[in-house]
């Protein structure tokens, strides 16, 4: 199994597919149907590592003030409690200090774009959350951590935003702010050229990179998926554009 970094954008995506939306629908088509998700999302963040063990986790509306029919939607995926306390015992051995949650559900970063992936919500689904003391570099040693898991099946998934400046964005614009595409193309040529130290780095090296992310939580589950991979092979792009002027939605497989 592979590791992937999605952008989730803002919740809308659940109604707005874009052109994100299909090109994770084919994704999912083409992927070896994974034994389990995992996902790690910015929507769960906490003083330390925790792992959701919930049978049938809850669709989390963890949002306010979009239409109503958003807080309709369910993404009935059972969980994994098995493949969950794996990790548990990974990031134990790995000195991480995990705690295990029995009710977590799944928030927006998860099911949102899980609902393009794999849209019946036949696979199993769990999170680790995202520590929120987390740098780049620790980022990139949690996905090194939960790797072993991919030799079960199981998806590893970095869900953020590869863009997230939530000051600039313009609801439904179709007009993509510059430093937007100049963040979005640096870190694009830097994954398809397998340089991750470039990639782990990039909050400090890329163009306009503390405008594209004023705080660092959606770019962390990049770094994730990214630690999860096995070898510097060069990423695979999914095309996602850029909606409401600053929000790129690209995804990579890595």
Avoid: C
Wanted: proline fraction near 9%.
């Amino acid at each position: 199994m592979t590791s992937l970094f999605v952008s989730h954008g803002a919740p809308t995506f659940a109604l707005e597919p874009g052109l994100a939306g299909p090109a994770l629908t084919r994704l999912g088509q083409q992927l070896p149907r994974p034994a389990a998700v995992l996902v790690v999302s910015p929507h769960w963040m906490t003083p330390e590592v925790r792992v959701g063990l919930a049978e049938t986790p809850a669709t989390i509306h963890d949002f306010n003030g979009f239409e109503p029919a958003l807080y309709e939607l369910e993404y009935p995926a059972p969980g994994h409690p098995a493949f969950a306390r794996m990790a548990l015992s990974l990031l134990e051995e790995a000195g991480w200090k995990p705690f295990a949650d029995a009710q977590r559900g799944l928030d927006h970063g998860a099911w949102v774009p899980l609902r393009h992936l794999y849209p019946d919500a036949s696979v199993p689904v769990f999170q680790v959350s995202l520590p929120d003391w987390l740098d780049s570099h620790s980022a990139w040693r949690l996905g090194q951590t939960l790797a072993p898991l991919q030799k079960e099946g199981v998806l590893i998934v970095g869900s953020g935003s590869l863009t997230h400046n939530l000051y600039e964005v313009r609801w439904r614009d179709e007009q993509a702010s510059e430093y937007a595409r100049d963040f979005s193309h640096w870190i694009r040529e830097a994954a398809i050229a397998g340089d991750h130290e470039r990639l782990v780095n990039a909050l400090t090296l890329a163009p306009h990179a503390r405008r594209a992310h004023p705080t660092v939580e959606h770019f962390l589950p990049l770094l994730v998926a990214l630690g999860a991979a096995d070898s510097n092979a060069p990423a695979t792009v999914i095309e996602g554009g850029i909606e409401h002027g600053v929000l790129s939605m690209d995804s990579f497989v890595f």
